[in-house]
């Protein structure tokens, strides 16, 4: 598997898809089996209770690790491949199940990041996260994601094709205009930085 290495190596994505159609397909339909919940943020209106729904609208669902082996089997590898020519870091492993999200026409999530630049959290620390587009391109217009560092420019992503990132680089999906965005999205920790 070829990787293109971007802004010096705080993300890859592979030159082609890592999966074919059919196999997006598989994926979207086991994420539909799974118990759909509105996507949460991690902190709470000032109104108390109600999670903001100005940082993200989209609708998720965990695929469950025995569910489908052979996904994650292949992103693993994918994951190991792009860790030791970009980042390097150390005793990467896959630690949490797959997000299958579903981003309708005005669906959006917000600048955020996926790691914890104050590592509270116990190892193992998110430090690769991953996006897979599920969705052709021709069936949704915008959701594009972005992140804010040098350049900017969105990568533009195939059906099946991943992209490997830095998790404490800010990001963002844009709002869908048209159509519904379908994604695969997972993280991989390791040991706290040093």
Not at 164 to 191: D, E, T, Y
Request: charge should be positive; hydrophobic fraction near 35%; glycine fraction near 10%.
């Amino acid at each position: 598997m070829i990787f293109e290495p971007k802004w010096k190596s705080l993300m890859a994505n592979t030159v082609g898809p890592i999966f074919t159609p059919a196999q997006c397909q598989d994926i979207i339909n086991i994420g539909h089996q799974q118990k759909a919940e509105k996507a949460k943020v991690g902190h709470k209106d000032k109104a108390g209770g109600k999670h903001d729904t100005k940082m993200r609208i989209t609708t998720i669902s965990w695929i469950p690790f025995k569910v489908m082996p052979d996904m994650y089997k292949i992103v693993e590898g994918s994951m190991q491949q792009a860790n030791r020519n970009h980042f390097g870091y150390e005793g990467m492993t896959l630690t949490e199940p797959a997000q299958f999200t579903e981003y309708p026409k005005g669906g959006f999530y917000d600048w955020h990041m996926d790691g914890d630049v104050n590592c509270h959290y116990e190892p193992p620390v998110r430090k690769i996260s991953m996006t897979i587009l599920l969705s052709p391109q021709n069936e949704f217009e915008g959701g594009d994601l972005e992140f804010m560092s040098e350049g900017n420019k969105p990568p533009q992503l195939m059906q099946g094709q991943a992209i490997f990132f830095n998790s404490l680089i800010r990001h963002r999906v844009a709002k869908v205009k048209k159509g519904v965005r379908q994604s695969l999205v997972m993280w991989f920790g390791g040991p706290p930085f040093k």
